[in-house]
């Protein structure tokens, strides 16, 4: 079955750039999303379509997905951005959705 | 506004059964896929069943095919999972969660019921 592979954690000061990487075997063939997962609350979608963003997550988030890796940016990190990302595709092989297994993102 | 609002979680007893529901309001229910994600203890997120529109395509990840049937009643707006001979490592949070194809991924989920299997 399909695997996603993500960094177990990501640590960035205030006002700077956070890239979170999602590996996966011609990954860039796929399309990649991302959630954001904040403690005690459910996943809310923040990129779709490799890039794009749903209405209410600020421009600050953005994706990209070349080759073997997908990426989630977040501009200007923010206090409130600590939380756990996963990645996500679609797997038409065995028809199954499948997530990566997450990334924690610090904020210093 | 969309809701998806999740219930019937609780204590359970391994090799037990438990029914879960979701109840979704503010889009058209019978139109769209809904799936199951639940997510263990400190845990990241694990996809466990996805049931599509008329229900009449459904997949299981293999952790569950087997022990968790899908359905949905769209004149109720409902999504059910029928969880049958327990673990303890089925022990999670479950969540349902809308998507409308293949390449968008889930845009809302419920808040989650969490699900305790215990002997």
Redesign the interface.
């Known amino acids: ?1 399909y695997v996603l592979t993500q960094s177990p954690s990501v640590s960035v000061a205030p006002g700077k750039t956070a890239r979170i990487p999602c590996g996966g075997n011609n990954l860039g063939s796929k ?1 990649v ?1 991302w ?1 954001q ?1 904040r403690p005690g609350q ?4 923040v990129i ?2 490799d890039g ?1 963003r ?1 209405s209410g997550i600020p421009e600050r988030f953005s994706g990209s997905n070349s080759g073997n890796t997908a990426t989630l940016t977040i501009s200007r990190v923010e206090g409130g951005d600590e939380a ?1 990302y ?1 990645c ?1 595709v ?1 797997d ?1 092989t065995s ?8 990334t924690k993102l610090t904020v210093l | 506004q969309v809701y998806l609002v999740e219930s019937g979680g609780g204590l359970v007893r391994t090799g037990g059964s438990l029914r879960l529901s979701c109840v979704g309001s503010g889009f058209s229910f019978s139109g769209d896929y809904m ?1 199951w ?1 639940r997510q263990a203890p400190g845990k ?4 466990i069943s ?1 049931i599509s529109g008329s229900g009449t395509t459904i ?1 299981y ?2 952790s569950v095919k087997g022990r968790f049937t899908v359905s949905r009643d769209n004149a109720k707006n409902s999504l059910y999972l029928q969880m049958n001979s327990l673990r303890a490592d089925d022990t999670a949070v479950y ?1 349902c969660a809308r998507f409308v194809n ?6 809302f ?4 019921t969490l699900v305790t299997v215990s002997s």
């Not at chain 1, 459910?42 to 979608?45: I, T």
């Not at chain 2, 990241?44 to 996809?47: D, P, T």
């Not at chain 2, 989920?109 to 989650?112: F, I, N, Y």
């Open positions: 079955s399309s999303q959630y997962q459910a996943p809310v979608l779709y379509y794009d749903p756990d996963y996500q679609w038409t028809d199954h959705w499948v997530f990566g297994g997450g | 799936s994600i990241g997120l694990e996809w996805y997949y990840a293999d969540y293949f390449w968008s991924g889930f845009d989920w419920g808040q989650g």
